[in-house]
Each structure stands twice: as structure tokens, then as C-alpha cells.
């Protein structure tokens, strides 16, 4: 145990506490959960699951979980990076598939639950991406597992980057598994060195932003090396999506490499402020999800509001590059603040920043007295020694928002001497 201005600097148990007890059933270990919350609750250090009473926005109403009380908070925990969940267009293109189609699909989309919106946001989401063919999804996490699911058995290798998002991982179940260190070409090279000729299907899988990283991956020199051993190449544009390249079309176009890209997925949930996913590949491929991705095959289909509105947002994303520009403004304004006061903030590069704080404790003590809405990012999620906090800037942030939280992280950095 340590001290830091005043704070005992516990180690408490972590969520990998409650994996698994093997004298437990499930009915056992989700109480022994139970202790876990409470103790974090009695240090007003379970913030999760925060009510909110509006939308994403730079402002938010959100219910005290502790008092009941609304306040008013900042909000730098959205992926809703250019306000698309507010904009006025979408916000129209929603209601109006509403009105014309109904609620919901009614049906799985290979059984009466595809519209002529869901064709259409397929082709939009394929040419933005400037591939053949997609397939949409109900959510992000759906389409990167479901289709790595499908792609990948036990005659195939997926080699992975450590720090892909879970959506990832947890579609590799199916098959071989090597994780390469982070954004290392060289560690991925002599993988892929190693087993030149051993697996059917060599899948390279990466993120385009690291979501709890900010940073991008070498896209360039990951396919060259993949390409030399035979292996493809499957990115996750989830945070790159609207955000990254000159109109918003993500990792591969910033390296120049639209059309490029074996197959790429992403979410409609972050800068498309919306939600659901995709896959975009060459159409023989994209035609074979169709029936043996069973996130797609065995679920109804997106409902037709989420589609209309989707349309629109990629027509925002190129026809009002002034929110980009806005958003990297922003970003740019607030890592030079962060580094002017002496933050580490990793290896951010894009809207995502991690402030490391490395103690999880000390983390969610800072989260709690911050009074703005932002999130700790905690062991296991990250090792211990880099727990943080993550904020995540908008568009629509102010230069007064930005500087209001450089100032109250300047006041705790100083009070918890991490600066
Ligand atoms: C990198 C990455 N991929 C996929 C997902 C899943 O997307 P969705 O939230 O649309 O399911 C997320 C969301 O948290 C993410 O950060």
C-alpha cells in the first residue's frame, strides 16, 4: 500500500477475480460478484451504466447514481465523434423510414427482413469503403465475430494483434490463434515466417484505431508483409470510420490504400451515429457470409430506421468535411494541452486519449472527483500498470469545454502528484 496526496492506494480485486471459482456455479459466482460491486459502490467508484435523460451530446443530463440528483456534466466518453446521432439530415432519414417501413424488420434478412434501405446502405457502406460487396449487421461486435466465425476453422491461423478489440478475439474461437505484439510489423513478420505453408487460411486481424490506445495501425506495412507470405488481411474500422482520411473512408485510405484491403469491417454505432455493422469485401466472399455467418443468418435484420439514417450520415461524412475538420481541430487543441501540462497519454494519435494513470484505485478516485463524464479504463481491460483514465473528444466540444477539463485534470494531476 501506498500513499498519494492523502488516498491509501489500495489493490483491490479486479473483474479477472470473478472469471471463474471452480467450486462455484453461476448462481455462486454472480454472488460473490456481488461483493465486488458493493465495495466499489461504497466508494462511489461504480459508475457504470450512468442514466442519462438526453442524447450523446458536449452537455449531459445524467442522473446521479448515488444521489438520484441531475446534473449537468461534460461528456468525453461518446464515439460519437462528428454528432451524427443529432445531426438534423439523419435525425430526418430516420424518422422517415420510420414512417414508411414500420418499427422493425419483422424477419431475419435472408427471410422478408431485407428493404430496398438495407440494399442500399449495403452498396453505400461497400463503394465508401471502395470494395465490391458488404454485408450489414445489428451491431459492430456482431460483424467481426460472426464472420471470423465463419471465415476461420481449425486448419486456419489468425494472426492478431494483442490489443484487438474483443469483437475480434472472440471470433477467432473457432480456429488458430497468434497474437503479434502491438502494432509490431517485425513480431508479425517472423510469425508469419514461421508458418509460411502450415495453415489453409492465413487471416492478419487489426484494428484501424485501438480503442482503448487512440493510435493507428501500420496499415501499409502490415499488408506488405502479409501479402509476402500469402497471408490476408482483415481490419476493424470501427473508430476509424468518419474520422480518419481525407473523406472520412478510414485506416486505409489515410495510407492511400482504398480497395486495397481484403476485408474490412466496422460499426455504424461510432462516427455514423447510429448502430449496426458490416463486412466489405469482394462479392464472392460477402455472398458466402450471407449463409454461413450466423450472426446474420439466425437475427433479425436492422431495424429500417437505423438503415435510413446510416444512408444519410455517410452522405454527411462527404458532403460536410467541415465536422471532420472541426473534430481534428479539437483533437489536436486538446493532445497539446494534455501534453503541455505533462500528461502521458500513450501513443494517442486520433480522438481517443488515454490519460495513464496506472494504479486502478487512483483512477477511479480521479473519475469520481473529475465531475465530468469520462471513464476508467481498468485491469484487465489493460495491465495494471496502465489502468487510465480514456476521454474521447467530439465536433461539437467547445474550445471552452476542452479547456474546462484540461483545467480540472491540471487540479487533480497536481492534487494525486501525477503531474
Ligand atoms: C474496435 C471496435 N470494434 C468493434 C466494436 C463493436 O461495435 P458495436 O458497438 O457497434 O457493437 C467496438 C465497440 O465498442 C470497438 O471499439
Known sequence: MMETAGVTLKSPKSFADYYDFPELDIMGRASEFKEYIEGNTQNRHFDYKRIALNGSAAVRQVKDNYTGETREMLYFASNDYLNLTN??????????????????????????????LHIELEK?????????KAIIYTSGYGSNSSSLLSMLTDKDLAIVDMLSHASLIDGCRNTNVKYFKHNDVQDLESILKKRKDSYRTKLVVIDGVYSMDGDIARLDQITAVAKHYGAYVMIDEAHATGVLG???????????????????????????????????SNSDLIDLLHFYSRGYMFSSAMTPQVAGSVITALDVVEEEP?????????????????LHLGFDIGISET?????????????????????????????????KRLSRIRLSIMAEHTKEHLDTVLNALEYLGKKYQIL
Open 87 to 116: 445531426h438534423a439530415r439523419v435525425k430526418e432519414a430516420g424518422i422517415e423510414a420510420l414512417k414508411k417501413y414500420g418499427a422493425g424488420a419483422g424477419s431475419a434478412p435472408l427471410l422478408g427482413g431485407t428493404t430496398d
Open 124 to 132: 453505400k457502406i461497400a463503394k465508401f469503403k471502395g470494395c465490391e
Open 246 to 280: 481525407q473523406h472520412g473512408r478510414g485506416t486505409s485510405e489515410h495510407f492511400n490504400l482504398t480497395g486495397k484491403i481484403d476485408i474490412i469491417s466496422g460499426t455504424f454505432s461510432k462516427a455514423l451515429g447510429g448502430v449496426g455493422g458490416f463486412v466489405a
Open 322 to 338: 467541415q465536422i471532420r475538420e472541426r473534430l481534428w481541430n479539437n483533437i489536436n487543441y486538446f493532445k497539446k494541452g494534455l
Open 351 to 383: 480522438a481517443i486519449f488515454p490519460i495513464i494513470i496506472g494504479n486502478d484505485f487512483l483512477t477511479k478516485e480521479i473519475c469520481r472527483e473529475l465531475n465530468i463524464y469520462v471513464n476508467p479504463v481498468l485491469y484487465p481491460a489493460v495491465s
